[in-house]
Nanobody, 121 residues
């Protein structure tokens, strides 16, 4: 059973930094790890993803956020370093992990419970 544990959310002033972490257990077949951002009333939006050690960032995250994976712990932990945070970065951040199931089924996404980030003065 795949289980994700997220941590690192909190409150910060504009311009501040936070680092989110997401650790997956119960699998050795992680294909990608990513973070999505959601605000009330809107759909979750991809913020950053790392697949095969190649990062991808949304336009709003590029240059301010950095996604990485832990080289220890069998690369089951992903981090999102968020710098120069802005008011509209406020919301819930969800970790999502892609797990390879089979050549026939492909990969399946597993979501974490979310962690709240609040940027306020």
């Amino acid at each position: 059973q795949v289980h994700l544990v997220e941590s690192g959310g909190g409150s910060v002033q504009p311009g501040g930094s936070l680092r989110l972490s997401c650790t997956a257990s119960g699998t050795n077949f992680i294909t990608f790890m990513a973070w999505h951002h959601q605000v009330p009333g809107k759909e979750r939006q991809l913020v950053a993803r790392i697949r095969n050690n190649t990062p991808y960032y949304s336009d709003s995250a590029r240059g301010r956020f950095t996604i990485s994976r832990d080289n220890d712990n069998a690369k089951r932990t992903a981090y999102l370093q968020m710098d120069n945070l802005k008011f509209n970065d406020t919301g819930v951040y969800y970790c999502v992990v892609g797990i390879f199931i089979s050549n026939f089924e492909g990969e399946k996404d597993y979501w974490g419970q979310g962690t709240q980030v609040t940027v306020s003065s």
